[in-house]
């Protein structure tokens, strides 16, 4: 689904509805963790969400033990089992899902995430910036920035790690982005003082603010194999303010929040002079940091 299309006035849209789900995977459970997905998906959809964000690896768990058990759980996409549970699961629902997994191309892996309509599989993104031991397991993203056309505005996806590049949110942005979906497997930085907030967020609500966008984080919780996660999920407004959470930091739970597209695009315009994406010094950088893609039409 291309952007390469007007969108139309976001005047015609409704308020939408996000939900970010905050579970525990356990490595190597796949059916239960997919039965344990699908449940909090109809429970979410249940409360009117109709984009649904499911964590990183939500149908695996995380911490593999090497690359063979990281293939032996890895799905092809959208062959698979876990996709093909999640696609009818967002027909007979009418929802969007964002779900992160382990993806089979042939004899690579990669993390991934895929986003599902009422119409099937839509988009496969590919985690561009790995982190710690998935430089083991994992291959580099190769489908670059996919920027979804929807019902329910323009849909992206990054995951994690990917966070910490204000770059992907500045392009994300510049070809029009509304909503970015993030499954996310957040651990504790190092340095982190007790009682401080946690970087992730921050740094989802510095990006939101400095390029109006929506970004529903998805964190799980738990710990698996020594490594603990940090929950912590939270949905940010296009003005860079939380809209819900941040989750706690140890229990499993379901965040919601209201968006109104027609006051996130406006957003962007911080005060009568001042606009987030137009006040970018082009006689200085590149604004599409040299990828070549073509400027959305609003």
């Not at 991934?112 to 985690?127: E, M, Q």
């Not at 964190?219 to 940010?236: A, C, D, H, L």
């Not at 930091?249 to 996130?264: H, V």
Request: hydrophobic fraction near 40%; proline fraction near 6%.
């Amino acid at each position: 689904m291309s952007i390469d299309k007007p969108l139309g006035d976001a005047d015609a849209f409704p308020d939408i509805t996000v939900a970010a789900i905050q579970m525990e995977p356990e490595v190597g459970q796949k059916a239960r963790n997919l039965q344990r997905s699908l449940q909090r998906i109809e429970q979410a959809a249940a409360q009117g969400a109709q984009i649904i964000v499911l964590p990183e690896l939500a149908n695996t768990g995380y911490v593999f033990r090497s690359r063979q058990e990281a293939f032996s759980l890895a799905e092809e996409i959208p062959s698979g089992e876990s996709v093909a549970a999640w696609i009818e699961a967002a027909r007979d629902l009418r929802v969007h899902i964002v779900a992160g997994i382990c993806e089979r191309a042939g004899d690579r892996l990669y993390n991934a995430a895929v986003t599902i309509g009422p119409r099937g599989h839509l988009s496969t993104y590919r985690k561009l910036h790995l982190w710690g031991d998935e430089h083991l397991f994992f291959e580099s993203g190769d489908l670059g920035l996919p920027v979804l056309h929807t019902e329910h505005g323009r849909i992206a996806c990054v995951i994690c790690y990917d966070g910490w590049f204000p770059e992907v949110y500045r392009l994300l942005a510049v070809r029009g982005a509304d909503i970015v979906c993030m499954p996310t497997n957040w651990v504790p930085m190092r340095g982190q003082a007790p009682g401080m907030p946690a970087m992730a967020n921050t740094l989802a609500m510095a990006n939101a603010h400095s390029n109006g966008l929506n970004i529903v984080c998805a964190n799980r919780v738990g710990v698996e194999r020594g490594q603990p996660f940090i929950g912590q999920s939270v949905i940010v407004g296009a003005d860079g303010w939380p809209l819900a959470g941040p989750a706690s930091a140890d229990t499993e739970e379901t965040l919601y929040a209201r968006i109104n597209l027609k006051r996130s695009r406006q957003a962007r315009h911080l005060n009568a002079f001042n606009d987030v994406l137009r006040d970018r010094r082009d006689d200085v950088y590149d604004p599409m940091l040299g990828t070549g893609w073509p400027l959305p039409r609003h």
